[in-house]
């Protein structure tokens, strides 16, 4: 089944402790995302990859990094974890054909963080 | 101003009846637009793409407005499955390639019996 799965679905941590959300999907697309959703903000984009070794910052990148070593994970990383950090976030990938905004993009279940 | 507004409902129907949603977006560059659907707690999925010319699928019809920076989404003959939150999404429109999705915070409707 072509999917995109995170882990872990849910976290309770606490503040500085390093964590790592991971993220793969088995669909070979070259295009990598992770969002964070909060209410009444929506959907905001924190890091992309459009293939392996290439990353960029989304528009909310401040306290998180991202690698892309292999073309299908794409692991979240946050160093020293906030309380500002608490949110839903996503990992999603799409195909590039070098627009690859015109393509549909494939969304993980979710990972819900609390940071106390 | 937001770059991509939506009214954020909540929007309460009555099965069978039709209804629309507006979305506006300030980037005149933007070059690709999508209505994505998200139910509670779930993850967001594509519903349809937005095309110039406005395109149709099934009970849904999503058309944009260049002019006004505008897209809508009409659905008919609301059913209890079109209970959801509906995501307008927008290319960021700086360079043709891979530049950022934008979404709107999304407005909610509920299907009444």
């Known amino acids: 089944e072509a999917q995109v799965t995170q882990n872990p679905r849910y976290l309770i941590t606490v503040t500085g402790k390093k964590l790592t959300v991971t993220c793969s999907q088995n669909m070979n697309h070259e295009y990598m995302s992770w969002y964070r959703q909060d209410p009444g903000l929506g959907l905001r984009q924190i890091y992309y990859?459009?293939?392996?070794?290439?990353?960029d910052k989304g528009d909310v990148p401040e306290g998180y990094k991202v690698s892309r070593k292999e073309k299908r994970n794409f692991p979240l990383i946050l160093e020293s974890p906030s309380p500002n950090q608490t949110s839903l976030y996503f990992c999603?990938?799409?195909?590039?054909?070098?627009?690859?905004?015109?393509?549909?993009?494939?969304f993980g279940p979710g990972t819900r963080l609390t940071v106390l | 101003r937001k770059e991509v507004e939506q009214d954020p409902g909540p929007f309460n129907v009555p099965e069978g009846a039709t209804v629309a949603f507006n979305c506006t977006y300030s980037?005149?560059?933007?070059?690709?637009f999508f209505w994505y659907r998200q139910d509670c707690r779930k993850e967001p999925k594509l519903l349809m793409s937005v095309y110039s010319s406005g395109n149709e699928d099934g009970r849904f019809t999503a058309q944009l407005n260049r002019a006004s920076q505008y897209i809508s989404l009409l659905i008919r003959d609301s059913k209890l499955s079109d209970s959801a939150t509906y995501l307008c999404v927008v290319s960021g429109g700086t360079n043709f390639g891979n530049e950022k999705l934008t979404f709107g915070t999304g407005t909610r409707l509920t299907i009444i019996p």
């Open positions: 999603a990938s799409s195909v590039d054909t070098g627009l690859a905004l015109y393509n549909e993009q494939f």
């Open positions: 990859s459009m293939n392996v070794e290439v990353t």
């Open positions: 980037n005149s560059a933007s070059q690709s």
